[in-house]
């Protein structure tokens, strides 16, 4: 039978909970601008690509194979991003939030490898892009 590590379950899960808070600031911004993608999908994104990357570093322990883990969640990311991005007589909308996809699929990697600088900075940098830098912008 297969026994299960409660300290290992306890740190798992508290890792995917930083994830999906660090998602939230920025989740937060794209759902009060009312864009496609908003409270649900970021936080959700970041725990995927988090608990991805946990079942990469556990299971696999080995580094080219972690790399490709890695790379099929950036790819797989690209695809919902792709899919907030809308082309109309008016022009294109939904790039930044595609790109603020992409932003908590690595918030949620860099949890999973316990780079939480690297992490927090992408959720302070991305959250002030969005919420700052926007306001800066021509017909804004």
């Not at 690209?78 to 809308?86: D, K």
Request: some cysteine; proline content about 2%.
């Amino acid at each position: 039978m297969l026994e299960i590590d409660w300290a290992v379950v306890v740190v798992h899960l508290a890792t995917m909970g930083l994830a999906y808070l660090l998602a939230i600031p920025i989740a937060w911004n794209r759902e009060v601008e009312e864009r496609s993608a908003g409270l649900r999908t970021f936080p959700i994104v970041s725990v995927s690509a988090c608990a991805i990357s946990l079942l990469g570093i556990d299971v696999l322990q080995d580094a080219d194979a972690s790399a490709r883990v890695i790379q099929g969640i950036i790819a797989g990311i690209g695809f919902i991003g792709g899919g907030s991005i809308l082309k109309s007589a008016e022009g294109v909308t939904g790039t930044a939030t595609a790109a603020s996809i992409l932003a908590v699929g690595a918030i949620g990697i860099a949890v999973a490898w316990h780079r939480m600088e690297i992490a927090i900075g992408i959720s302070i940098l991305t959250f002030a892009t969005l919420t700052l830098v926007g306001r800066w912008k021509p017909g804004t």
